[in-house]
């Protein structure tokens, strides 16, 4: 299963890509100064929400392009992929780091940059991408 270093490396190998911690200096991805993938370890509140149902292993948070595509990988595989109240409205998940293939991260952590990079920077790369 995939580890941070996967992260880590599927990340910077995308274009105009950056590592800076976040607000909490934990490792964050952004293209252009845009957040695209991040670690998001469950708050107080994030617990008390999910109750039993939440996991204890290593959290990524991911952009995703619009709502749609998030209700998608929610009932697509929710053993990997879930969300808590402080995201509902917003084109992200989480997912559990531990319970997802590194075939499966990579195409999760492309998706992401293409949701955050500016629009001529995406085209470049899906042109290059073939």
């Given at each position: ?31 252009r100064d845009k957040l695209f993938v991040w670690e ?39 053993e990997v992929y879930f969300t808590t109240p402080h ?44």
């Open positions: 299963m995939a580890t941070w270093d996967d992260v880590r490396r599927i990340a910077l190998a995308l274009p105009e890509t950056t590592e800076r911690g976040s607000h909490d200096d934990l490792p964050a991805w952004r293209v998001r370890p469950l708050r107080r509140a994030d617990l008390d929400a999910l109750g039993d149902a939440a996991p204890d292993g290593p959290i990524l948070g991911a952009r995703v392009p619009d709502l749609g595509a998030k209700e998608a990988l929610l009932a697509d595989d929710p995201f509902e409205g917003h084109p992200s998940v989480l997912v559990r780091l531990d319970r997802i293939g590194v075939e499966e991260l990579t195409e999760l952590v492309t998706e992401a940059w293409h949701a955050r990079a500016p629009k001529r920077l995406a085209a470049a790369h899906r042109a290059e991408a073939g």
